[in-house]
């Protein structure tokens, strides 16, 4: 089945502590991205990958690292998260560099205490 | 920048009628693409409809049609038949040079109500 799996769904974690959130499709799809949503603001973009190695901001990437080793993974790394990075968070990939048709993942909702 | 203003921040429906979510962007390109997801009280993204800037006919997706009106730079959301399941957020995204090809730009979101 295609999909973009993201992991963990959920966690609770304290200001400062180091943290990564996975991201794996197995479209072999070029392009790779990260959103954030929060309340009243949709969705906004913290990083994107056109291929592997070749990462750029988004939107919001204050806060935010990311990699892309390989095809299939993009996770975001959150070095000392603060409480205003807590939102919930979509991975999504595409076949190409354009945005229509993203796949998204299910979504991983984090909390900074 | 492009940005796209969705005015309606709840609507509600009676059950097996016609709602309209309206959605309106702000763009100099002449190449776009216009997006619909629903994201449900469970929370994952699942894509509706697109239309595209050079497409001449609105698109259709079953229930879904998209009134997509260039001249006044809107692209509402029409859900024909509304059912219970069709409660949900609602939003609308675009893509293009100005906003970066690269990322969707998503509008505040609609969240529809739909009673029995």
């Known amino acids: 089945e295609a999909q973009v799996t993201q992991n963990p769904r959920y966690l609770i974690t304290v200001t400062g502590k180091k943290l990564t959130v996975t991201c794996s499709q197995n479209?072999?799809?070029?392009?790779m991205s990260w959103y954030r949503q929060d309340p009243g603001l949709g969705l906004r973009q913290i990083y994107y990958?056109?291929?592997?190695?070749?990462?750029d901001k988004g939107d919001v990437p204050e806060g935010y690292k990311v990699s892309r080793k390989e095809k299939r993974n993009f996770p975001l790394i959150l070095e000392s998260p603060s409480p205003n990075q807590t939102s919930l968070y979509f991975c999504?990939?595409?076949?190409?560099?354009?945005?229509?048709?993203?796949?998204f993942g299910p979504g991983t909702r984090l909390t900074v205490l | 920048a492009q940005k796209i203003t969705q005015t309606q921040p709840g609507m509600f429906v009676q059950e097996k009628e016609a709602v309209t979510l309206d959605c309106t962007y702000d763009?100099?390109?002449?190449?776009?693409?216009l997006f619909w997801y629903k994201q449900p009280s469970s929370g994952e993204m699942i894509f509706l409809i697109y239309?595209?800037?050079?497409?001449?006919q609105n698109a259709t997706e079953g229930r879904y049609s998209l009134n997509f009106q260039k001249a006044r730079k809107s692209a509402n959301l029409v859900i024909s038949a509304s059912q219970l399941g069709d409660s949900a957020m609602y939003f609308c995204?675009?893509?293009?040079?100005?906003?970066?090809?690269?990322?969707?730009?998503f509008g505040a979101g609609t969240r529809l109500a739909v009673h029995p």
């Open positions: 763009t100099s390109d002449q190449s776009y693409g």
């Open positions: 999504a990939s595409s076949v190409s560099g354009r945005a229509n048709e993203q796949f």
């Open positions: 479209m072999n799809h070029e392009y």
């Open positions: 995204a675009s893509w293009g040079s100005a906003g970066g090809y690269n990322k969707l730009i």
């Open positions: 239309q595209g800037s050079y497409d001449e």
């Open positions: 990958s056109m291929n592997v190695e070749v990462t």
